[in-house]
């Protein structure tokens, strides 16, 4: 049974450049949320995605966005780049009704570097 | 505003040598705390849910244990795989979001 797959793995930038980050969620789960993690810092919630809609999310820019597709699978879109958009960027799948047990499935994450 | 921090932020320890991490919060109305386990170049691995003070779980040598405004993680009798950062993260009522420390940097000496 596969995990929780991303792509690409790593990815350079420069910027003002947009990136396209994909995920595909635990075979049955229904819920993804994004996060990123800069370098020595824990998670940062950017949003959820539940039912192909934006259900909740953090404290990012427009820049930021999403899109969830029928088969469950989630991109993270970010325009305009920053070097500080540079960090790791983590896909959590989860059953929608399990989402409270904390018991979240990560991906190996999107590690993107701005230049 | 609603804030996890845990302590301390490295860790080394002998193998054999039992110790505690600590995950302090401030959230109002938790609905949740959830300690995870993160390798190198990995993503997050769940490893326990705590919903109400006086909870506690184990897993082989782990320990996690709750009061109403910290947890603490106990690692018994250490050995090197248990080598890992250890996050802790928060869910508080009528939110999706999960708000994470910066976490705790074990390293297990053999």
């Known amino acids: 049974d596969a995990g929780v797959t991303q792509s690409p793995t790593h990815l350079i930038k420069t910027r003002g450049q947009q990136v396209t980050l994909r995920c595909s969620p635990k075979?049955?789960?229904?819920?993804v949320s994004w996060y990123q993690q800069a370098l020595g810092q824990g998670p940062q919630f950017i949003f959820q995605y539940y039912e192909e809609e934006e259900r909740q999310r953090g404290n990012f820019p427009d820049r930021f966005s999403g899109h969830q597709f029928p088969n469950y699978s989630s991109e993270l879109n970010v325009n305009a780049l920053l070097l500080g958009d540079s960090a790791l960027y983590l896909c959590a799948s989860s059953f929608e009704q399990g989402y409270d047990t904390g018991e979240l499935f990560f991906g190996e994450g999107s590690r993107l570097t701005v230049l | 505003e609603d804030q996890v921090t845990q302590s301390p932020e490295a860790l080394r320890l002998q193998e054999g040598e039992s110790s505690s991490l600590n995950c302090s919060y401030t959230?109002?109305?938790?609905?949740?705390l959830f300690w995870y386990r993160q390798d190198p170049g990995k993503g997050p691995e769940f490893l326990f849910t705590?919903?109400?003070a006086g909870e506690e779980k184990e897993k082989e040598r782990l320990k996690a244990t709750l009061t109403k405004k910290e947890s603490f993680l106990h690692i018994t009798a250490p050995k090197p795989e248990d080598s890992a950062t250890y996050l802790c993260a928060v869910q508080f009522r009528g939110t999706y979001k999960y708000i994470f420390g910066t976490g705790t940097r074990l390293k297990v000496l053999a």
């Open positions: 705590l919903y109400s």
């Open positions: 959230v109002s109305g938790l609905r949740g």
């Open positions: 075979s049955g789960h229904d819920t």
